[in-house]
């Protein structure tokens, strides 16, 4: 599996940053933000490190469709509101015009009850 040891998501995945785990399998893994911007703020990323949305092939697909099908159950863990009148924001930032900070891929899930959402 392919891990970058400068990386904080790597470190974040061996355990070496600690971090308030959401859920975790054999390839992903989930994890609270340490900056929230809402009620519910947590990032799910691939154990292995990919760098980016562009860095994305088709060798990844299956990963990340599993990646989004366990949003829903894991926004509903985590606090989120059932749909429609509750619901979620889901973020990827991508290089540095998209906001990426750090560069190991990551979805931002964001919701809880408003006010929080600016635009
Ligand atoms: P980006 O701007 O790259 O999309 O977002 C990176 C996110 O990672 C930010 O929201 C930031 O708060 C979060 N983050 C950065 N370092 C750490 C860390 O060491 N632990 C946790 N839990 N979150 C972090
Ligand atoms: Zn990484």
Redesign the pocket.
């Known amino acids: 599996m392919s ?2 040891p400068d ?4 470190k974040i ?1 061996e355990g070496k940053i600690p971090s308030r785990k959401v859920y975790e399998d054999d390839d992903i893994y989930a994890f609270h933000d340490i900056h929230p911007w809402a009620p519910v703020h947590f990032l799910l990323i691939p154990k292995q ?1 990919v ?1 980016s949305m562009t860095h994305v092939d088709g060798s990844h697909a299956a990963m990340l469709g599993r990646m989004m099908s366990l949003v829903p159950q894991l926004a509903a863990q985590e606090g989120c509101r059932p749909y429609p009148e509750g619901g979620f924001r889901l973020v990827c930032n991508t290089g540095d015009d998209g906001g990426q900070e750090v ?2 891929l990551h979805f931002h899930v964001i919701g809880g009850p408003r006010p929080w959402l600016k635009g």
């Open positions: 891990h970058d990386c904080i998501f790597c995945v490190h760098e560069k190991h």
